[in-house]
C-alpha cells in the first residue's frame, strides 16, 4: 500500500480532530477535498477507515492499525526535518510534553527554563494531565514526551528514565507533625486526612496503608488537584500525602514529612511513544530532564 504525503496529512488531521469541517480548516483546504481524498484513501485499502457518527469520525479497526502506521510516519518526518536543519547549522523543532500536576509547580518549570537558556531555537509545548490522559495522548502521537508518576507498563509506551521519590505527610508550619525527622501512616490517621482521588496514581500508592485502617480514617475531601490539596493544608483543614515535588518553590507554609513506612514511595517515570526514533529537539529535552532528576533527591536511573 502507497500512501502518499497528502493522504497522511490529511488522515492524520481527521484522525486528531474528529471532523472532517474542522481538519479542513485547519489544513486551510476545503472539506469536499478531504473527502474525496479520504474515500480514495479507502477504496485504496479497501474498508472504511472512519464511521461517520453523529457526534463526529471516529476511527474504526483497519483505522485505528493505519493511525499506528501512519502517527509513526508523521514522528519519523519531524525527526529527519530536524537532522537535514542541524546538518545546515540550524537548532529548530516543536516538542509537545504533558505531565502530571504534581511536578509542575517546580521540576517541570526548572526544565524549560534549562531548554529555553540552551537550546533557543527550540519552541515546547507544555500540557498538564493524568496518568490516563499522558498514556493515550503518547500513543496516540498528540504528545512527544510524557511525564507520569506510577504509569502502569504499557506495550505502547517505552519508559526513559524513572526516579523514586519517598512519600511525605504534607502539613502546614507549626503542625505537631512538622518538627519531626520522619513519621508513619499511623501517626498521621490521628489527624483529618486530604487524599488523593482515584485520578492520582498517588491514591493507589497510599491505598495499602489505609486500606486496614478505613475505620479510624478521618477524611476531609478527596481531590485530584494538587493546588487544591495543598491550599487547605495550608488552611488548617488536614494534612495529606504527597512527594516533596508537589510543594512550589518558595512555598514557605508547608512542610513535607517523609514516612518511614516500608514501600511509601512513588516512581516518577519518563515515557516516549514505542518504536519511533527520537528528532534531535526530544533528544535535548530528555537530556535536561535526565539531569533535572539525577539533581533532585529522588536519583534518576
Excluded at 94 to 119: E, Q, Y
Amino acid at each position: 500500500m502507497r500512501l502518499h504525503d497528502r493522504a497522511i496529512l490529511y488522515f492524520d488531521a481527521v484522525r486528531e480532530y474528529g471532523s472532517i469541517r474542522e481538519a479542513a480548516r485547519r489544513l486551510n483546504i476545503t472539506p469536499s477535498a478531504l473527502t474525496r481524498q479520504l474515500g480514495q484513501m479507502e477504496a485504496e485499502i479497501g474498508a472504511p477507515l472512519f464511521d461517520r457518527l453523529p457526534g463526529g469520525m471516529v476511527m474504526t479497526a483497519v483505522g485505528e492499525i493505519v493511525a499506528r502506521h501512519i502517527v509513526t510516519v508523521v514522528q519519523d518526518a519531524r525527526r529527519t526535518d530536524e537532522r537535514i536543519a542541524a546538518l545546515r547549522g540550524g537548532q529548530e523543532g516543536r516538542v509537545s510534553v504533558m505531565a502530571v500536576a504534581g511536578v509542575m509547580g517546580g521540576l517541570l518549570p526548572r526544565i524549560l527554563k534549562r531548554m529555553m537558556t540552551r537550546h533557543p531555537g527550540i519552541v515546547i509545548h507544555a500540557e498538564p494531565g493524568s496518568p490516563g490522559m499522558i498514556a493515550r495522548s503518547l500513543s496516540s502521537g498528540q504528545t512527544d514526551l510524557g511525564i507520569a508518576f506510577s504509569l502502569e507498563p504499557l506495550t505502547d509506551l517505552r519508559q526513559i528514565t524513572v526516579a523514586t521519590f519517598p512519600v511525605g505527610a504534607i502539613v502546614p508550619e507549626g503542625h505537631p507533625l512538622a518538627r519531626k525527622a520522619t513519621v508513619s501512616v499511623s501517626e498521621c490517621l490521628k489527624f483529618p486526612l486530604i487524599l488523593p482521588s482515584s485520578t492520582l496514581s498517588l491514591r493507589w500508592v497510599m491505598e495499602p496503608f489505609l486500606r486496614s485502617q478505613r475505620e479510624q480514617l478521618r477524611i476531609v475531601v478527596e481531590t485530584g488537584s494538587i493546588e487544591l490539596t495543598n491550599r487547605m493544608v495550608a488552611e488548617g483543614a488536614g494534612i495529606a500525602f504527597q512527594s516533596w515535588l508537589a510543594l512550589e518553590p518558595g512555598n514557605t507554609g508547608l512542610v513535607h514529612v517523609p514516612l518511614r513506612d516500608v514501600g511509601a514511595t512513588t516512581d516518577l517515570g519518563v515515557y516516549v511513544r514505542e518504536a519511533r526514533w527520537l528528532p534531535p529537539s526530544l533528544e535535548a529535552l530528555i537530556a535536561e530532564v535526565r539531569i533535572a532528576l539525577g539533581e533532585t533527591d529522588g536519583g534518576a536511573d
